[in-house]
């Protein structure tokens, strides 16, 4: 038995620094993770059935699609919330039907990146919500932030397909760094560096197209648009990358993203 304690320890630790990284203190984190919150780590490709009549699933890092029953496709980053409990919780100004309307019991997602999930019993989270206020505002944050993102990104408008892929790639950007071999000026030695950039990657332009009931087409005129307009970065030979969007210009991307 003593052997098998210090990866028990090391798997709790890393529940905790995840649930960290959601804006919780230190006491709802460990009620959290004496509720049975467990980490979960996905690869790139892996796809997950999730019993949502059982548990609830936070992402904490990573990008993935979700694919409804309905055969809707949603493309989510990290400090997202797959469950139904934030359904039965008000959220703002939300009409109090729509926000208790009972999700699907089961969910499915395919993994677009590497993966972090925590796993929590919906029966103990469920009282921790009632009990620790924290806790149960956290749920409705990000319940509230799905509905909002939901609303924002898939549901029907008006904005012309290149303001609506803009959009989506703004919510997917996120910094990365990557080790790039330069020349050095100095003395023309080729060095090693660190650079670091802003980038959305994950989704194929296919998924963003259904993702946003567009045509593939489409999606991929939008794509050379937002390059020609500086707001993507243009590749150049050989530089193009499937599933990778290096931003140029967030501003001027974000704006499109609004129509302008």
């Not at 809707?72 to 980053?77: M, S």
């Not at 307009?229 to 243009?234: D, V």
């Amino acid at each position: 038995m003593a052997a098998s304690y210090p990866p028990i320890r090391a798997a709790i630790r890393d529940t905790s620094d995840h649930l960290s990284v959601l804006g919780l203190p230190p006491h709802s984190v460990a009620n959290l993770v004496d509720a049975g919150g467990r980490t979960r780590r996905r690869a790139s490709g892996h796809q997950m059935v999730l019993p949502l009549h059982r548990s609830s699933f936070l992402l904490v890092d990573g990008q993935v699609a979700e694919m409804g029953t309905d055969g809707r496709v949603r493309l989510w980053r990290e400090a997202m919330i797959f469950d139904g409990i934030s359904k039965t919780l008000p959220i703002g100004d939300v009409h109090q039907e729509e926000s208790r309307r009972p999700g699907p019991s089961t969910g499915f997602l395919r993994c677009m990146s590497r993966c972090y999930f925590i796993e929590l019993p919906n029966q103990r989270s469920l009282g921790l919500v009632m009990s620790d206020p924290l806790v149960g505002a956290l749920f409705l944050r990000l319940g509230a932030k799905r509905h909002a993102l939901t609303e924002r990104l898939y549901a029907a408008t008006r904005a012309t397909p290149v303001a609506r892929v803009a959009a989506l790639l703004d919510y997917l950007a996120k910094p990365r760094r990557r080790h790039v071999v330069r020349t050095r000026e100095s003395d023309g030695q080729l060095v090693m560096t660190v650079e670091e950039d802003l980038v959305a990657s994950g989704p194929s332009q296919a998924e963003i197209a259904d993702a946003l009931c567009l045509g593939r087409a489409t999606v991929e005129k939008a794509v050379s648009e937002l390059r020609r307009l500086g707001a993507l970065k243009a590749f150049g030979p050989g530089e193009r990358t499937n599933r990778t969007y290096p931003i140029e210009d967030r501003e001027r991307l974000s704006l499109i993203a609004l129509g302008g």
